[in-house]
């Protein structure tokens, strides 16, 4: 199965600033990688699609890169609702495999 | 607005078999191009994908669960479910149930329920 590992594991940032966070494929997926935003108490929220697309209702603040084994999820300026864990998976193999997320927390 | 509702026990023996089913509104569980997907996250840990079964019945499980699971849908109650045999203490976990769109997906996702397994 590919697995994901995602980089750092918490990521200490203040409101406004910017948060890049990484994740890392034990073999290539293609685009096929999206992300996930899970807030506590909350079931993961669908924010990117094949690497790059927004879902539907995602602020233009949040971006995504990457092909092959390294992706990158960007938020150009935190807002304070962005606090939460973020999580990649691939589509590209099955299993469907999740990586372990990152937090971002409020610094 | 599609909306997602797992329910079921949320206590279960070792040994037994956990069941949970997920009824879903505001859309049909019948047809194209949709699957249908159950998710699980032990207490404080990450996300791992249990399984998916489209409308028509076809199914794919994870391997690391694949001789315990079974996901099967039921269109007339626009509803579909998990069973998952012999649990132990390492099954206890929140159990999403989501909607997986092809080509972009998960986009929605019920509330979750927490199974516990403990005699």
């Known amino acids: 199965e590919i697995v994901l590992t995602q980089s750092p594991a918490t990521l200490s940032l203040s409101p406004g600033e910017r948060a890049t966070l990484s994740c890392r494929a034990s073999?290539?997926?293609?685009?096929?990688l999206a992300w996930y935003q899970q807030k506590p108490g909350q079931a993961p929220r669908l924010l990117i699609y094949?690497?790059?697309n927004r879902a539907t209702g995602i602020p233009t603040r949040f971006s995504g890169s990457g092909s092959g084994t390294d992706f990158t999820l960007t938020i150009s300026s935190l807002e304070p609702e962005d606090f939460a864990l973020y999580y990649c998976?691939?589509?590209?193999?099955?299993?469907?495999?999740f990586g372990g997320g990152t937090k971002v927390e409020i610094k | 607005q599609v909306q997602l509702q797992e329910s079921g026990p949320g206590l279960v023996k070792p040994s037994e078999t956990l069941s949970l089913s997920c009824t879903v509104s505001?859309?049909?569980?019948?047809?194209?191009?949709?699957?249908w997907s159950w998710i699980r996250q032990p207490p404080g840990k990450g996300l791992e994908w249990i399984g998916n079964?489209?409308?028509?019945?076809?199914?794919k499980y994870n391997p690391s669960l694949k001789s315990r699971v079974s996901i099967s849908i039921d269109t007339s109650k626009n509803q579909f479910s998990l069973s998952l045999t012999s649990v132990t203490a390492a099954d206890t976990a929140l159990y999403f149930c989501?909607?997986?769109?092809?080509?972009?997906?998960?986009?929605?996702w019920g509330q979750g329920t927490l199974v516990t397994v403990s005699s």
């Open positions: 998976q691939q589509r590209s193999n099955w299993p469907l495999t």
């Open positions: 989501a909607r997986d769109r092809p080509n972009w997906g998960k986009d929605y």
């Open positions: 505001g859309g049909s569980v019948n047809g194209a191009p949709y699957y």
């Open positions: 094949d690497a790059s």
């Open positions: 073999q290539s997926v293609s685009g096929y």
């Open positions: 079964i489209y409308y028509s019945g076809s199914t």
